[in-house]
């Protein structure tokens, strides 16, 4: 299984999709990899999906600051890509993803452990669905170059200040296309998950034990 889903990556490359999974690993993540493509294969068969090596398709950017790059290049090969981080364990099938999102919007899910720790609206960047190049896409592009922030995800909440900034470039997706470790230790857990996103060292933790058994 695994094998065919690396000849499909490499078939997109000489060809305009209508819709495409994206993901991305580095040398300090690639170990999951396999893990990924399985669990995302077994509930999205037929459904196209390319891996980014972090290491040699962007060196000149640094860790998941990398991420808009993977998706601004990503959008040059289909009209619709969704983005979804290496830690992240598919459990069902995404095709209605594309459903909800709107003209020059991310669509993405509402980060609810962050939003009630920081106490104001935070949309978390482990899946991020859109058409097209967002005006906001490059904007995130350049804020990743230079940055004191965190991670990208962090770089966006920056670039988005307020609600109207949000609302105008982000489309909130349903909670289960992007379900977060904390919201297990929260009680926020959605009905009927389609990603859990294992966050963190413990969630690494985690993901060993299910590739373990």
Partial sequence: ??????????????????????????????????????????????????????DADFPNSIGWFKKPDAMIDAAGKADSVCWIDIDCEVLGHLGNIW???????????????????????????????????????????????????????EVLHKLLPNPLARMTHITTLPNRYNVLRLQHIDNTLPKYPLVYHWTGRKGKDHIRKLING
Wanted: charged content about 25%; glycine content about 8%; some cysteine.
């Fill in 1 to 54: 299984m695994l094998k065919a889903v690396k000849q499909s990556t490499d078939l997109i490359m000489n060809t305009k999709l209508s819709k495409l999974f994206i993901t991305g690993s580095d040398r300090n993540s690639r170990w999951m990899e396999k893990w990924f493509l399985q669990n995302f294969s077994l509930h999205n068969p037929g459904s196209k999906i390319h891996v980014y090596n972090f």
């Fill in 99 to 153: 459903e909800y999102l709107e003209p020059n919007k991310l669509g993405m899910v509402e980060d609810k452990p962050w939003t009630a720790r920081q106490h104001t609206t935070w949309h978390n960047s482990g899946v991020v669905a859109f058409n097209g190049t967002p005006d906001i896409l490059k904007t995130w592009k350049g804020g990743c170059v230079r940055t004191d922030q965190r991670g990208d995800q």
